[in-house]
């Protein structure tokens, strides 16, 4: 089916959180959250597009960019915020693969104020939810680096089989080696898993 041609909501509950597309008028907080995790996201997310942002305005600019992107279907960056303060918590990233399959690509972090907590795995199995029985997703993937134990728990977690190990395929900011898990979950699966 034609990407456009799917009503794909902007606003999502769990238990705990809102999970929503950014919106204007977000800015100054996402350029908070990108003060206050560049080192926590260096590790293991240092390509993230948050932490280009160098100011608030540079932070309204994305997060209008990410709307538009959103409503072109071109990929979607998810805020969780706790329902209890309003607070962001995590962001879960959604990318399409193939639109045809659908196969999409998830991606991930945790605000480091709100690590440890489940929210991460809380909205990802809310968004899960989202692409298998609305969207007809087919098949997910998600990649992390063998050393991202946390990373691979909630993959774990949320139903994801481990496909593959690429052995030292890249090299850690002090020059290790290190290597990739690939996860994969498929519609057959999930809804297996969900009677
Ligand atoms: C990887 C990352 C997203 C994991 O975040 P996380 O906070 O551990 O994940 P969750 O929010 O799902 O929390 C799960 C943890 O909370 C614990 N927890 C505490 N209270 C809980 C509750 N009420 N409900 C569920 N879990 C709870 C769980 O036991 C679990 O801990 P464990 O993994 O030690 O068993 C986070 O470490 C991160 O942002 N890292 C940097 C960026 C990154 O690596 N991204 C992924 C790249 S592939």
């Known amino acids: 089916m034609n990407k456009m041609l799917y009503d794909i909501p902007t606003r999502f509950e769990s238990q705990r959180l809102v999970i929503r ?5 977000d800015g100054e907080m996402y350029f908070n959250v990108a003060e ?6 260096t590790r293991y997310e240092s390509g993230n597009v ?24 071109k990929h979607f960056f998810i805020g969780a915020f706790e329902k209890t303060s309003g607070e962001f918590v995590a962001q879960i990233y959604v990318g399409p693969v193939n639109w045809e399959l659908p196969e999409f690509s998830i991606g991930y972090f945790a605000d480091c104020e709100h690590e440890g907590l489940g929210y991460v795995t809380e909205a990802l199995c809310t968004i899960l939810d989202f692409l298998f029985k609305d ?20 993959a774990e977690r949320c139903g994801f089989r481990r496909e593959g ?26 809804l297996t898993q969900e009677s």
């Open 50 to 73: 948050i932490l280009t942002i160098q100011n608030a305005e540079a932070g309204e600019v994305l997060v209008r960019q990410l709307q538009v992107d959103w409503l072109a279907r």
């Open 165 to 190: 190990h690429i052995r030292e395929n890249h090299t850690t900011p002090d020059g290790a080696y290190e290597g990739s898990y690939l996860y994969g979950l498929l519609r057959s699966e999930y």
């Open 21 to 25: 597309c950014y919106e204007p008028g």
């Open 135 to 154: 969207l007809g997703a087919h098949r997910l993937r998600l990649g992390c680096a063998d050393t991202n134990l946390r990373s691979a728990r909630v």
């Open 36 to 41: 206050r995790n560049r080192q926590h996201l």
